[in-house]
Structures are given as structure tokens and as C-alpha cells.
């Protein structure tokens, strides 16, 4: 266990050089007793992923961590809402200027290229896995990606990064915990990006298009087709500019 400097004194921290996945090691934790509220982070991970088990590209120099805390399981997407929210605020605080916005349901992006993803995972009956990854030296190449050293022409320390992240996430988890995921929801709209637009969201089922009009109470999206009919999203690729 270490800590650094301005570490929320609630809040325990591992530290690591390498990781397979912070994720997988945050589960590992939590089979053998560790009850959180916990962040696990690594210079490098040698098999970190994102949603539906895709490659997370993790060069020395980007931000890998995950928190490990208890949330009923009924409610552990909207943790995903919370990270969102706090990550998104993060990195338009070195962007000054410059579009960054929430994509539905796990994405921030910066003038429409992915800068950072989150990854929610179930590692007990009580226990969820937050993963975040955010490009703040490196981006993979060949994908619409971003980092904030391609902004701004350096890279903000992970270590400073981490630190005003772990003490976001706790203030806006008690937030979630005491006033329900209704701040959350208004938080995270204000920074969503596609809300009004027309979207294509590719579900496992089949895919829809239409209106992007909200988030339901729960964080689910909802879209309006060219019928006229509400759909009701949890689990989707979503595409903007359709």
C-alpha cells in the first residue's frame, strides 16, 4: 500500500510498474478479502481492455487505474456515469477552450476523438470494478483517438491526474450514494454530446437509428426512430453523425 501527496485519507491506493490489467487485479483483490474503497493503477498493462473484451492499448505515460468499492449491483452502470462526469471535468481543465464532451455510455471526447473509456465490472456480489483509461501522452494510431499531449503539446503527470480523480470520484460518489443518480444524470448531460442528434446504436439484438433525446432515471438511453417510436437502450455501440 502507498500513498501520495493529497491522496484522500478515505481512500486506499496500490501502485504498481506492471499489470496485466488493472481490472483483473482489482477482481484478484476482491477474491482474497479486499473490500475497497481502493484504486489500483500501472505505468504499463500488458492485456488492459475496454468493452466487449477490446484491446486497451497501454503505453507508458497514459492513466490506467481502476477503483474498487461496493455498489449494489442494481445500480453499478450508473457508476460508469459517475466516472464519466469526473473525468470529463478532468480533462477539460487542461484543455481550456477546446471541446470535450460524454459519449453515451462510456466514452469522453475531445473535439469528437476518444481521449478516455470506462470500463464497469461486476468482481463480486457487492463489489464493482471502475476501470479508467485516459490518452494523456499516447493514442493508438489508426483509430479516431486523441491525447492531451497532441492538444497541448505535453502530457499531464498520471500520478497528478489520479490524485484529482480519486478525490472527484469520492465527493461525487457520495453525491450518487446520498442524492441518487439525479445529479449524476444532469451533470453528465451537461457535457454529453450527441443529445438531439440523430444516432445509430448497434445492440446485440439489432441496431436502431434516431433521435438521441435523453438519459431515463437510470442512465439508459432513449431514442426517438423516424416512426415516432421510444426505444429504451442499456447496452449499445452508439455512432453520432448518422
Request: aromatic share 6%.
Amino acid at each position: 500500500m502507498t500513498v501520495i501527496s493529497g491522496w484522500p485519507e478515505a481512500v486506499g491506493l496500490r501502485r504498481y510498474e506492471m499489470l496485466d490489467s488493472t481490472n483483473e487485479e482489482a477482481r484478484r483483490l476482491a477474491r482474497a478479502g479486499e473490500q475497497g474503497p481502493l484504486w489500483i493503477t500501472a505505468a504499463r498493462q500488458s492485456a488492459g481492455r475496454g468493452r466487449h473484451g477490446r484491446a486497451w492499448v497501454s503505453e507508458q505515460g497514459n492513466l490506467f487505474a481502476t477503483l474498487l468499492t461496493e455498489t449494489a449491483s442494481s445500480r453499478s452502470a450508473q457508476a460508469g456515469f459517475v466516472a464519466g462526469v469526473c473525468v470529463a471535468d478532468i480533462i477539460a481543465e487542461h484543455l481550456r477552450g477546446k471541446s470535450v464532451k460524454l459519449k453515451w455510455p462510456n466514452d469522453v471526447l475531445i473535439a469528437g476523438r476518444k481521449a478516455a473509456g470506462i470500463l464497469v465490472e461486476h468482481v463480486s456480489d457487492r463489489l464493482i470494478a471502475v476501470g479508467i483509461g485516459i490518452n494523456l501522452a499516447h493514442c493508438p494510431a489508426g483509430v479516431n483517438a486523441v491525447s492531451i499531449a497532441e492538444m497541448t503539446g505535453s502530457a499531464p503527470d498520471p500520478g497528478e491526474v489520479l490524485t484529482l480523480l480519486a478525490g472527484r470520484m469520492l465527493d461525487w460518489m457520495m453525491v450518487w450514494r446520498h442524492e441518487g443518480f439525479g445529479p449524476i444524470r444532469d451533470a453528465w448531460i451537461a457535457r454529453a454530446g450527441g443529445v438531439g442528434d440523430m444516432i445509430r446504436a448497434v445492440t446485440a439484438q439489432r441496431p436502431y437509428e434516431g433521435i438521441f433525446e435523453d438519459l431515463d432515471r437510470d442512465g439508459a438511453l432513449l431514442l426517438r426512430d423516424e416512426n415516432g417510436t421510444s426505444h429504451r437502450i442499456t447496452a449499445a455501440d452508439v455512432f453520432y453523425g448518422c
